[in-house]
């Protein structure tokens, strides 16, 4: 199993911001990707932004040059730099992992952590 624990949300003036982590541990084999998402009430969720295991990133439009996701590979903890907060970005931000194992059944398989609420004010 892999357990995601995420903390770094909270409530912050619009302009200011917010820095997020998942700690990820349990069976993880090989990491093949991580992401953020994001879910709003009655929306569907949406990735935020995602990291391979080579490094490289991916971000939706409405977050580029605002945000910026890492990961620490030794402590398997994957962050998410949120400058420039607007409004807009208030939501449920959920911690995404993509593992391979194959000593697990299925070898490949998905996890999610249990969001951390981010709040902006204008």
């Known amino acids: 199993q892999v357990q995601l624990v995420e903390s770094g949300g909270g409530l912050v003036q619009a302009g200011g911001s917010l820095r997020l982590s998942c700690v990820a541990s349990g069976s993880l084999g090989t990491v093949i990707n991580m992401a953020w998402y994001r879910q709003i009430p009655g929306q569907e969720r949406e990735v935020v932004a995602r990291?391979?295991?080579?490094?490289?990133?991916h971000y939706t439009d409405a977050v580029k040059d605002r945000f910026t996701i890492s990961r620490d590979g030794a402590k398997n903890t994957l962050y998410l730099q949120m400058d420039r907060l607007t409004p807009d970005d208030t939501a449920v931000y959920f911690c995404?992992?993509?593992?391979?194992?194959?000593?697990?059944?299925?070898?490949?398989?998905?996890?999610w952590g249990q969001g951390t609420q981010v709040t902006v004010s204008s």
């Open positions: 990291i391979t295991n080579t490094g490289t990133t």
């Open positions: 995404n992992i993509v593992v391979h194992n194959p000593a697990l059944a299925p070898a490949t398989r998905m996890t």
